[in-house]
């Protein structure tokens, strides 16, 4: 059986969600079909590094975000990249139905 993979933005909510005592943990659990046992290892493990959220340094924090921002671009850059090739590649196909097989060298196209 394939563990649940959950993210720390979900796992954070649903701590924080725990730490209002709006609703029991093991109602939370029930509803969102999690272990009673996993959410409290989450509870402990937030508020055992909750101190590290004041802690980083402004350069630190700095840096953080500046990768966070370039592996944004990166991924932005990826798929444009993705996109264009598609694009190239139907251009392609559509040229090869248009002009025939063999339209690269009689129009004079490089690779």
């Not at 046992?37 to 402990?44: A, D, E, S, Y």
Request: proline share 2%.
């Amino acid at each position: 059986m394939e563990r649940n993979k959950y993210s720390p933005e979900y796992k954070a909510k649903i701590v924080i969600e725990i730490l209002r005592e709006e609703l029991s943990i093991s109602e939370i659990a029930s509803r969102e079909n999690i272990n009673k046992n996993q959410l409290q290892n989450w509870k402990r493990e937030f508020i055992e590094n909750s101190a590290r959220a004041f802690s980083q340094s402004k350069i630190e924090k700095e840096s953080a975000k500046k990768v966070l921002e370039a592996e944004e671009r990166e991924h932005t850059l990826m798929a444009k990249v993705g996109q264009l090739t598609l694009e190239v590649d139907f251009l392609k196909k559509k040229h090869e139905q248009i002009y025939g097989p063999g339209w690269e060298s009689r129009v004079g196209f490089r690779k």
